[in-house]
């Protein structure tokens, strides 16, 4: 089995580090100000990353698909948090694709490397995501995608 996990609101917690404008958007500039060393590294874990613990002790993949751009710091913070991963899909920097549409590109791409379709590839995988459009949008094309916000709470349940 294939574990496909998004990182902020679902794995990390770094809403310390987010910023959000009156219409519900993300402030980028603020999120890239504040992407250094010292605020990723005062991020928390949520429940889910116990998740991926057990998953990948258990011999499952463990995919990595995020629109944040990965930097050095962010590969750090995963190996200080014991977050062993196969594959790290992330947003190429300068990229404004839309998250859902960049997940579902970069998820496709990946599937076509391991030389899976996407049908099997979408039979033999499972991910968490905290984005309802994200949600939505691979669901309809065949992924099995749960709401990392719903996960969270009911693991700390």
Same mark, same amino acid.
């Given at each position: 089995?294939?574990?496909?996990?998004?990182?902020?609101?679902?794995?990390?917690?770094?809403?310390?580090?987010?910023?959000?404008?009156?219409?519900?958007?993300?402030?980028?500039?603020?999120?890239?100000?504040?992407?250094?060393?010292?605020?990723?590294?005062?991020?928390?874990?949520?429940?889910?990353?116990?998740?991926?613990? =057990?998953?990948?002790?258990?011999?499952?993949?463990?995919?990595?698909?995020?629109?944040?751009?990965?930097?050095?710091?962010?590969?750090?913070?995963?190996?200080?948090?014991?977050?062993?991963?196969?594959?790290?899909?992330?947003?190429?920097?300068?990229?404004?694709?839309?998250?859902?549409? /960049?997940? /579902?590109?970069?998820?496709?791409?990946?599937?076509?490397?391991?030389?899976?379709?996407?049908?099997?590839?979408?039979?033999?995988?499972?991910?968490?995501?905290?984005?309802?459009?994200?949600? =939505?949008? /691979?669901?309809?094309?065949?992924?099995?995608?749960?709401?990392?916000?719903?996960?969270?709470?009911?693991?700390?349940?």
């Amino acid at each position: 089995m294939r574990y496909i996990f998004d990182l902020d609101h679902t794995v990390i917690d770094s809403s310390h580090r987010q910023l959000t404008r009156a219409d519900g958007s993300l402030d980028l500039d603020h999120w890239i100000a504040n992407n250094t060393r010292t605020k990723i590294m005062a991020d928390s874990l949520l429940p889910l990353a116990t998740q991926w613990r =057990k998953a990948y002790a258990k011999g499952s993949e463990i995919v990595v698909c995020t629109a944040r751009v990965i930097g050095e710091h962010d590969h750090e913070f995963l190996r200080i948090h014991r977050l062993p991963y196969h594959a790290m899909l992330s947003r190429p920097q300068g990229a404004t694709t839309s998250d859902d549409l /960049l997940k /579902l590109v970069a998820l496709r791409r990946y599937a076509q490397r391991i030389g899976k379709s996407w049908a099997n590839f979408c039979a033999t995988s499972i991910m968490w995501d905290d984005n309802e459009n994200v949600q =939505k949008t /691979l669901a309809t094309r065949g992924l099995i995608v749960h709401n990392a916000i719903i996960a969270n709470k009911e693991l700390t349940a």
